[in-house]
C-alpha cells in the first residue's frame, strides 16, 4: 500500500512549527485515529468556550481579567479549529476509492461544530460529472 500524502495533525511541534503524519495505513492508522480524536476534542472545547463566552457577555459585571481571559482562550480555540480546517481540507477525497483531488483545496473554513469544511480549488474532478466549471 502506497504512503498516504502528508496529513497536518492538530498539535504543534516541540517550538510551535506544524507537524505531519505519512502513513501506509492512511486514515486506519493509529496515530491517524488519535489525530481525529484530537481533532474532535479541539472542536468540542472551542464550541463550549464560545457557549460560555456568550453566556459571559451577556453579564453585566465581567472584569477586564475575565475578558483578558477569554480573548486568550477563544484566540487558542480559534487557532485550533483553523489548524483542523485546513487539515481536512487537505485531505478531502474526491472518489470513491479516497483518491485525492489533481488540485489545491484554498481557504479552508470549518462550521462551529466541526462537521463541515467549505475551501475552494479549481480542481475539475471534486465532483463527478459536475459541469458548471
Excluded at 464560545?50 to 475578558?67: D, G, N, Q, Y
Excluded at 480559534?78 to 479516497?98: N, Y
Aim: hydrophobic letters at 40%.
Amino acid at each position: 500500500m502506497p504512503a498516504s500524502r502528508p496529513r497536518l495533525l492538530p498539535w504543534p511541534g516541540a517550538n510551535g512549527q506544524p507537524c505531519y503524519l505519512v502513513t501506509e495505513g492512511g486514515a486506519n492508522s493509529r496515530l491517524s485515529r488519535l489525530a481525529d480524536e484530537m481533532e474532535e476534542v479541539q472542536l468540542n472545547t472551542g464550541s463550549d468556550l464560545l457557549k460560555h463566552a456568550r453566556e459571559l457577555l451577556r453579564t453585566r459585571h465581567v472584569s477586564a481579567r475575565e475578558l483578558r481571559f477569554l480573548s486568550h482562550r477563544l484566540a487558542e480555540a480559534l487557532h485550533d479549529a483553523l489548524r483542523v480546517a485546513e487539515s481536512r481540507a487537505m485531505r478531502i477525497p474526491t472518489a470513491d476509492d479516497g483518491a485525492q483531488s489533481a488540485g489545491e483545496a484554498d481557504y479552508p473554513a470549518v462550521d462551529a461544530p466541526g462537521r463541515t469544511v467549505v475551501f475552494i480549488s479549481a480542481a475539475g474532478d471534486l465532483a463527478p460529472g459536475d459541469a458548471n466549471g
